[in-house]
């Protein structure tokens, strides 16, 4: 079992210092992963409907306090640990220029040495965001999929060529290239849309919440319809807090199990300090991988 620590760009971990701090206790503690979270700006007063909370609402803590960008965030501590694998748990990626995102993630992944960055998108839930971006919502899905496709072009080709609906470029050099040509894109949502598109193109699958046993059938459906191996989609699921309960996660077929050290989505936070993320390691997962 791996073990991740998620929504690490909230709360106290949007300041520098302890951004570092958090990113290396979690290193020296055995977490394999540190994922972020995204949004570029939360309207007043919105009107959509948050997928996480029975209010409807993110809540306070949330709406009007800092969300770093989490590729800025994530590329702040790359530099101060050395094989954490760096996560985004959600990156909302319609939302975000494909050419210019893929340029971005392979700058990351390249710089902190290859094979640390994981990529996981989104389709969003907030239309007053897209709004004020200036982006369709009601196209987010196709836009999504399609902008995985484009992207992973940029990495693998020497000069690479793609031709959409919404994103076309033909012969062009995007350097730097991932080291191993590839960045893992792991798929979010809580939705059989998510569950589907992670069965057809995601390299992962990692919903918000564990997911029912009716969400990883959809994945797997469409994993196998897509001429794919579901057990090649690498599942990501909400920490339970009771070691036992992670054991029978394994048995399952779950692969990771993501750790809060902020409370977001309606999730308390698990670990809440270094220290605490220092005594997790200790307590759990020395213990399961010993």
């Known amino acids: 079992m791996k073990f991740g620590l998620r929504y690490c760009n909230l709360g106290r971990y949007t300041e520098g210092r302890a951004a570092v701090e958090l990113a290396q206790a979690a290193e020296a503690a055995g977490f394999e992963s540190l994922w972020t979270v995204e949004h570029v700006v939360v309207p007043n007063g919105y009107r959509s409907r948050y997928p996480y909370s029975e209010t409807g609402r993110m809540g306070a803590g949330l709406e009007d306090f800092p969300i770093p960008d989490p590729l800025v965030w994530l590329s702040f501590v790359a530099s101060a640990t050395r094989t954490i694998k760096l996560g985004t748990a959600i990156l909302i990626l319609p939302q975000r220029n494909p050419v210019v995102t893929a340029k971005a993630v392979a700058t990351l992944d390249s710089m902190a040495g290859g094979d640390r960055v994981l990529l996981g998108i989104g389709v969003g839930w907030l239309a007053e965001e897209f709004a004020s971006l200036g982006v369709p919502f009601e196209d987010r899905g196709a836009r999504t999929d399609e902008y995985v496709a484009a992207m992973r072009a940029l990495w693998s080709q020497e000069r690479a060529t793609f031709k959409g609906r919404f994103v ?114 200790r307590d759990v997962i020395a213990r399961l991988r010993g």
Do not use: H, W
């Open 168 to 281: 076309t470029f033909e012969d062009v050099f995007c350097r730097p290239l991932p080291p191993s040509r590839r960045i893992p894109i792991i798929v979010g949502g809580d939705t059989k849309a998510a569950a589907r598109r992670a069965g057809r193109l995601g390299d992962g699958y990692f919903p918000a919440r564990t997911p029912s046993p009716e969400l990883l059938d959809e994945m797997r459906a469409a994993a196998t319809a897509a001429g794919r191996n579901p057990r090649d989609v690498e599942i990501t699921v909400a920490a339970p807090p009771d070691v036992a309960a992670i054991e029978a996660l394994a048995r399952q077929g779950v692969t990771r199990v993501a750790v809060p050290v902020s409370p977001a989505a309606g999730l308390p936070a698990q670990v809440r300090t270094p220290e605490d993320v220092l005594r997790y390691g």
